[in-house]
């Protein structure tokens, strides 16, 4: 299960607060080395430790004890809260544009859950009752359109497609003229995915972002691979100007490092998160749950 290994280290180290009568220094310092190593082995960024760690400790020592919770839960709420922060806080709600049609760009590495998760975010959309428009802008890898048009079919959304002969710039230009024309009123475009961040991916993006103009582009990251993700996902925002992240295989065995740097690296906050392969998969990202599932 995700975040196992963290919940349980987390767990052991507040169970050494437990019969504690006052929160002093050592105590706090003594739990927060173990929280401090808890998250690092999570895969967690190592700036990102060191301020969640600084920031739980000043709040926690010398804090007065609330009447009803011993000092142990004290500390826990105190992390629970600092967590529930460095997620974001709150749910980020998708921007729609006010007149339609909303743009969604979707941009991610091969493998991280793009197309699927293009599919999984129309259905999203259309339960509230959205009428989506499905772009196949990957234009590069053979099974992407097919891809996209299954995936419409499945959830009984339209796809766009020119083919693999038109520019995907020409095509999310042509796109929105035809959602506009049939009264579609989210354009999610699905872009090429590369193993590597390179040059010439970027150059496209940015030139689709400029024809465009999308409300959100969202990069979709590959929950299981940690530091890597957020790694990926900073440097997709120094060069895109993300408008947030959606991550994906929640459902997988993730120890929780990228769920819990993203936000703090990159400034922009993970919109949804998917949590299996299936068109359902998909929800808002709520911070406080994901805090709780980590303390267990
Ligand atoms: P793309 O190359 O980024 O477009 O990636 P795909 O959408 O083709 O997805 C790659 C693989 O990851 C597929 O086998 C998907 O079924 C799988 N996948 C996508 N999202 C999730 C998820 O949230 N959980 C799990 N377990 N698998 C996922």
Redesign the pocket.
């Known amino acids: 299960m995700a975040f196992e290994s963290l919940a349980n280290r987390l767990q052991s180290a507040f169970d050494k607060l437990r019969g504690r009568g006052k929160i002093d220094e050592t105590v706090v310092n003594e739990a927060m080395r173990e929280v401090r190593l808890a998250l690092l082995e999570a895969d967690v960024n190592f700036k990102v430790v060191k301020d969640f760690v600084a920031r739980v400790k000043e709040r926690a020592v010398g804090q007065d004890v609330m009447k009803s919770l011993t000092p142990g839960q004290m500390v826990i709420k105190i992390v629970n809260e600092e967590l529930v922060e460095l997620m974001g806080g709150s749910v980020a709600q998708l921007t729609m544009a006010h007149r339609p049609p909303t743009v969604i760009m979707m941009a991610?590495?091969?493998?991280?859950?793009?197309?699927?998760?293009?599919?999984?975010l129309a259905k999203y959309l259309q339960k509230q009752n959205r009428k989506p428009l499905l772009v196949a802008g990957?234009i590069y890898?053979p099974a992407?359109i097919k891809?996209l048009q299954v995936l419409g079919e499945q959830i009984g959304a339209p796809v766009f497609t020119l083919g693999d002969q038109v520019s995907p710039v020409e095509i999310a230009k042509q796109a929105i003229a035809h959602a506009k024309e049939n009264n579609l009123d989210v354009v999610l475009l699905?872009t090429a995915?590369r193993l590597h961040i390179d040059e010439a991916l970027m150059d496209e993006l940015k030139q689709i972002r400029e024809v465009a103009k999308p409300d959100e582009i969202l990069l979709?990251v590959?929950a299981m691979t940690g530091q890597d993700a957020v790694n990926v996902a900073e440097s997709f925002n120094s060069q895109l100007e993300l408008t947030g992240v959606v991550l994906?295989?929640?459902?997988?065995d993730t120890r929780g490092g990228a769920a819990l740097s993203v936000k703090a690296v990159t400034g922009k906050p993970i919109k949804f998160?998917?949590?299996?392969?299936k068109l359902d998969?998909?929800e808002p990202f709520h911070p406080d749950r994901m805090a709780s599932r980590i303390l267990g």
């Open positions: 991610g590495l091969q493998g991280a859950g793009k197309t699927t998760t293009t599919g999984k990957d890898r992407a891809q699905d995915g979709v590959d994906t295989k929640l459902d997988g998160a998917a949590m299996g392969e998969a998909l």
